[in-house]
C-alpha cells in the first residue's frame, strides 16, 4: 500500500511514476506469446523470440512497412494486451477514485538506426483534446532502458498544462506525426529529462501533459512497449 501512496504522489509531482512489479508473471508470458506469435502468423512462419528482432530489422530495411502496421494491429487488439488494459482500468479507479474507460491498446516499437520509429517531443493532450486521458506504457519480451531507446519524460512539466502552440511534424509517409511544442528548446532547459527504465513486470505511467519522447534504440534488439489509454470521466 505505502508503494501505491508513493506512486500517486510522484505521479502528481512529477507527472509520471513507475509501477515496480504490476504485472505478473503470467502477464509477461502471455504478452510474449501474443508479440512473437503475432508477428510469426503474419510476417513469417521462421520468427520465434530469438530472432525476432532480425525479421523485423528486415522488414523495416526493405521497406515492409504495410506488412510491419498490420500485424501490429492484429497485436495491438489481442486478448492479453485488452487484459492488460481493463487490469489497468481497475487500478486506475480503485487508486485515483475516478471513473474512466479503456479507448486504446496498441504498443511501440524502436528498430536500431530507425528514426521512423523514435518519436520527438510532444505532449498526449493534442491528440486526444476533446477528452481527459491518462496513459501506461510496460515492456515486452525485452526491458526498456536508455540504451535501447526507451521513453523520456521532461520532469514535471505537466504542470504547464495542454500546449496548444505546436509544430506538425512528419518525418515519414510511413510514421505517426509528432506535434512539437514550439518553445520546446525553452523547455528543454528549465525541466530535467528523465529515462522510464523499466523491468518486465514494470509499468510506467504517466500525465496526458507530461512533454516526453521516445528515443533512438542503439542496441540489435528491437525494443516493444505495450501502451494503454484511458479516458477519464467527468
Known sequence: MNNIINNIEA?????????????????????????????????????????????????????????????????????????????????????????????????????????????????EKPYYSDVDTIHFQFPILYPCNKDNGTMSVLEGSQKLGYLEEVSNIKIHDKAVNTLLPKKIETFKKTYAEKYLNMSLRDVGLFNQNIIHRSNLNMTDKVRFAGIIRLEIMH
Not at 68 to 74: D, G, N, W
Not at 76 to 94: P, R, V, W
Request: no cysteine; proline share 0%.
Open 11 to 123: 505521479f502528481n509531482n512529477n507527472g509520471f511514476t513507475v509501477l515496480s512489479n504490476f504485472l505478473s508473471k503470467e502477464d509477461v508470458q502471455n504478452l510474449k506469446f501474443t508479440l512473437v506469435n503475432g508477428y510469426k502468423t503474419t510476417l513469417d512462419d521462421n520468427i520465434n523470440e530469438h530472432n525476432i528482432s532480425e525479421y523485423i530489422s528486415k522488414f523495416e530495411d526493405e521497406e515492409k512497412y504495410d506488412e510491419l502496421y498490420h500485424s501490429f494491429k492484429q497485436i495491438s487488439t489481442s486478448e492479453s494486451i485488452m487484459a492488460i488494459g481493463d487490469k489497468l482500468n481497475i487500478f486506475y479507479q480503485e487508486n485515483f477514485h475516478k471513473k474512466s474507460k479503456l479507448i486504446n491498446t496498441g504498443f511501440a516499437i524502436g528498430i536500431k538506426d530507425a528514426k521512423r520509429t523514435a518519436y520527438d517531443w510532444h505532449q
